[in-house]
């Protein structure tokens, strides 16, 4: 069975820090990948996703970055961090190809909290 | 574009009482709709999808959901909730035409009490 896992499941970093997000996902391959960011007591918003290795699209203009440096790796980066980068992160994955009926899997997350 | 509309932001009801989560969408496409819920401090768990076919899907502990064309709707039902079942839910649309993105709403918080 497919599984998905996340780390860390906690982070408090400083203001004006770096940041390294690590997503793997085990028992499929080529799979689609997404970055999602869940702020307090709001839905998600997609920040980033990928259809392969190399492959990233971004969807807001911010202060993050994404990378994939293999099948099953996603990587969510920053050289800076801001204080409206806390948050809940979440990773996801669905099978690949297009068409919208593949169900998104999700990680556990990551609580971000800049100080 | 795509959207969708989760209109109660918390919804309280007793144990073993029934309940309706509503989930309206707005979309220009035809689409494929999911329920996702989400525990404190989890990730999301897909609780069913509409990709087609019957317009009454079953999911997982115990919950449906009906697509309402016409009303551009998906409403997510459980004739007896449990304790467990408080959580936040998502509903969440994907167009048909080939795209990768879940539009999520805002969610809804069903808190049960005893």
């Known amino acids: 069975s497919q599984t998905i896992h996340q780390w860390p499941a906690t982070l408090v970093q400083p203001v004006g820090s770096p940041l390294s997000l690590e997503c793997t996902v085990e028992?499929?391959?080529?799979?689609?990948l997404y970055w999602y960011r869940q702020a307090a007591g709001r839905g998600l918003q997609l920040l980033f996703y990928?259809?392969?290795?190399?492959?990233i699209s971004s969807e807001v203009p911010q202060n993050l970055s994404a990378s994939r440096p293999q099948d099953r790796q996603f990587i969510l980066s920053s050289k800076k961090l801001l204080l409206s980068d806390s948050g809940f992160y979440l990773c996801?994955?669905?099978?690949?190809?297009?068409?919208?009926?593949?169900?998104?899997?999700f990680g556990d997350g990551t609580r971000l909290s800049i100080l | 574009a795509q959207s969708v509309t989760q209109l109660d932001s918390q919804v309280p009801v007793f144990e073993e009482a029934p309940v309706e989560l509503r989930c309206n969408y707005s979309?220009?496409?035809?689409?494929?709709l999911f329920w996702y819920v989400q525990y404190p401090n989890q990730g999301l768990q897909l609780l069913l999808k509409?990709?087609?076919?019957?317009?009454l899907v079953k999911g997982i502990n115990g919950f449906e959901a009906e697509f309402n064309k016409s009303q551009t709707s998906f409403h997510l039902r459980k004739p007896s909730v449990h304790i467990s079942d408080t959580a936040e839910y998502f509903c969440?649309?994907?167009?048909?035409?080939?795209?990768?993105?879940?539009?999520f709403g805002s969610g809804t918080r069903l808190l049960v009490r005893p």
């Open positions: 979309s220009s496409v035809s689409v494929y």
């Open positions: 969440a649309v994907s167009r048909m035409d080939s795209s990768y993105k879940l539009i």
């Open positions: 990928s259809v392969g290795i190399g492959q």
């Open positions: 509409y990709l087609s076919g019957s317009t």
């Open positions: 996801a994955w669905s099978g690949s190809g297009t068409g919208g009926n593949q169900p998104q899997h």
């Open positions: 028992g499929t391959s080529n799979p689609n």
